[in-house]
């Protein structure tokens, strides 16, 4: 009965795929590519990869646009201590931070501020995750780098699988969406 249940399970998924319209409609579906245009800007603005600024957004705030984890805010979840940092920076309205051109724009700002400080991207990625001075003392730590620049092993468990899940959504966005 079990073996008989399984392949009935198998064969329904086979099918359900099959009528969503292969792999890829069933990625579109769990990784949708809202802010386009607001994505686009604001990695060409400060020169970044626009899959991966979607990867940073999926992962941090998956599309909400109203997201928040109590301390961080938006779409690519900017602290209010990360969006001062931003705001005397640049021209971004502080108490503009939460509209998602905004946040993005801050985002993809303070995200190529820790790709030049880092130089590494899965540096200035567990940057964005831990922050900057927590990476600053595992860089200084060689359990976890051996060159002071990259980091050989992350130790924090949220911060390693961040990377992971960027990545991935990185080129499953890289593979369904044309950013011309």
């Known amino acids: 009965m079990k073996k008989l249940l399984t392949v009935f399970i198998i064969i329904a998924l086979f099918a359900s795929f099959v009528y969503m319209g292969g792999m890829d ?5 769990i990784c ?3 802010y386009k245009l607001e994505i686009s800007k604001g990695a060409a603005t400060y020169n970044l990869d626009p899959y991966l600024v979607a990867a940073v957004v999926k992962t941090e705030s998956n599309f909400d646009k109203t997201a928040s984890s109590g301390v961080a805010h938006g779409l690519m979840q900017i602290t209010d201590t990360t969006a001062e940092y ?27 501020y820790l790709k030049e400080r880092f130089s590494d991207t899965d540096t200035a990625l567990a940057a964005y995750n831990a922050g900057p001075a927590t990476v600053d003392g595992w860089l200084k730590d060689a359990r976890y780098s051996t060159n002071g620049k990259t980091l050989d092993i992350i130790p924090y468990k ?9 990545k991935l959504y990185k080129r499953i966005y890289e593979r369904l969406y044309k950013i011309s």
Do not use: Q, W
């Open 25 to 29: 409609r069933v990625l579109e579906i």
């Open 32 to 34: 949708p590519f809202d």
């Open 86 to 112: 931003i705001a005397e920076r640049t021209d971004y309205d502080f108490d503009r931070r939460f509209e998602p051109g905004t946040n993005i724009m801050m985002g993809c700002y303070y995200l190529s």
């Open 158 to 166: 949220e911060t390693k699988d961040y990377i992971v899940k960027i």
